[in-house]
């Protein structure tokens, strides 16, 4: 599974990093971005799917 934000939808509510901390986190200008080069540990696929899901601007594709 692989993860990211798009950037061009993302408003940075920050929700998909605080739900999700494993699979993303803030960048410097504190929008939200996959971890990892965007690939989700196997372990992590349900967190990461939670993050996608707490995002109010459906911000978060996978792959
Ligand atoms: S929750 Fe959505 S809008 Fe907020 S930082 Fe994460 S991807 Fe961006």
Known sequence: MNV?????VCTGHGMCFV???EVFEDDE???GRAR?????????EDEAR???ASCPERAVVFS
């Open 50 to 52: 939670s993050g996608a």
């Open 36 to 44: 990892n080069n965007g690939v989700v540990d196997p372990g992590h």
């Open 29 to 31: 200008d504190g929008y």
């Open 4 to 8: 990211r934000v798009d950037r061009d």
């Open 19 to 21: 739900t999700a901390p």
